[in-house]
């Protein structure tokens, strides 16, 4: 393996042939009854993990389940004989439906304080993550996110070895001590695409962008909208983000991106994770996210979108017509820390209608997710509404007047 201190125990099978099950068996090892496991998100999963990982959890029985950002199932989560509780710290994508089945239960919790949650109430047994090999031992690659705190706690990391994903962490090595490599593979990062802005998405990203000075540092989140803001960006700023899309790739091309953006994960397609291999600009979410630390930027504009607004600004981007669609994430950390900084901006942008429904709703149909407090600029296709300085029936009157 080319990687330096070897872990306790190597099993060189790919995951995918595993005829005589010696990666369930190397999974299994490190399994007992009862025992909660944690398995790393975003498109470098260790997905090629998950159908040994069951058959281990099987057969040692009790097996809980704590999932993140989950692009593909990771594993099949209507097996009741492997796994008798699995939870999600991010709903959405191929968690929508186990999550509204009740498969699934969703925790509410912002994706800066998942780190007490695995230092404390959910506290995993096993960690089950792709690393790639660095220079003096094994690391994570197109994400880091809240994989570190799991592994700060002491915990046994079940790896799955992928040489396909790019270099971009921050060269953290993951401790040998801790690691049991149950596979090696080459397959490379999830595909993460959005579809091509229409014209609605690009009046947004034209009415976002106008707001956005120069020198400013910029958190987006994922999607069209996020994309179209970003392509529309004519001044030189700084990324400082949760997720780091194909955009950023666009905007270093123009000239306009300075330094290197900081990220908690790699979300995109094959020309981004080219890019970003070999920039040390992925960290963990304790920085990223750490409202204190981006709220020292002179001017910190968080850039997001919604599902629905309230006449006064608050946020929901949780769920639709009472079914799942996405969960807390890093929505509410970037609010608050722009919100704080001293030139920055909190903005949403959406639509104005989605699926011929208004996107300004009298009453949220989920909880809110972030507080009105937290907002201080609202853009859709028809242009934008600053709340700042504004009581609530003032908010009201601004924001019923973008929408018509």
């Not at 199932?73 to 929508?96: E, H, K, N, Q, W």
């Not at 890093?330 to 001293?342: E, K, N």
Request: proline letters at 7%; one cysteine or more.
């Amino acid at each position: 393996m080319p990687h330096g201190n070897p872990p306790r125990k190597t099993t060189n099978y790919f995951a995918a042939h595993d005829p005589a099950g010696a990666v369930t068996d190397a999974i299994a090892a490190h399994l007992r009854e009862g025992c909660r496991v944690a398995i790393a998100d975003g498109c470098g999963a260790p997905t090629g993990l998950g159908a040994a990982l069951g058959d281990a959890a099987r057969a040692v029985g009790g097996v809980q389940l704590l999932l993140g950002w989950s692009l593909t199932a990771p594993v099949d989560v209507r097996d009741t004989d492997a796994f008798t509780d699995i939870r999600t710290v991010m709903s959405g994508y191929a968690l929508r439906a186990p999550v509204r089945d009740g498969q699934v239960r969703y925790l509410p919790v912002r994706l800066g304080s998942i780190p007490r949650l695995l230092a404390g109430a959910w506290r995993p047994d096993v960690l089950v993550a792709a690393l790639r090999p660095g220079r003096d031992g094994l690391v994570f690659g197109s994400e880091v996110g809240w994989m570190r705190a799991a592994v700060d706690t002491g915990v046994t990391v079940v790896a799955e070895v992928n040489h396909g994903l790019p270099d971009a962490s921050d060269g953290v090595i993951v401790p040998a001590a801790q690691v049991v490599v149950a596979a090696e593979t080459d397959r490379p990062p999830h595909d993460f695409t959005t579809n091509s802005p229409d014209d609605v998405a690009r009046a947004i990203g034209a009415h976002a962008a106008a707001l956005i000075p120069e020198g400013a540092t910029i958190q987006y989140g994922p999607g069209t909208v996020a994309d179209a803001i970003l392509r529309a960006i004519d001044t030189p700023v700084r990324v400082d983000s949760g997720l780091v899309g194909d955009a950023i790739v666009d905007l270093d091309r123009r000239g306009l991106l300075v330094d290197t953006p900081r990220g908690a994960y790699l979300a995109g397609t094959a020309p981004l994770y080219e890019w970003a291999d070999g920039r040390r600009m992925l960290e963990p979410v304790e920085i990223t996210h750490d409202v204190s630390r981006l709220a020292a930027h002179d001017c910190f504009v968080a850039v997001n979108t919604a599902l629905e607004l309230d006449p006064v600004g608050q946020v929901n981007v949780e769920r639709a017509g009472g079914q799942p669609v996405g969960g807390i994430g890093g929505h509410a950390d970037f609010a608050l820390a722009a919100s704080r900084s001293r030139h920055g901006i909190s903005m949403i942008c959406l639509p104005s209608h989605h699926r011929a429904g208004p996107t300004l709703v009298e009453h949220l149909s989920a909880p809110v997710t972030t507080a009105r407090a937290d907002v201080d600029v609202v853009v859709n296709e028809h242009g934008a509404a600053d709340l700042r300085g504004l009581d609530d029936r003032e908010r009201e009157r601004v924001l019923r007047d973008l929408w018509g």
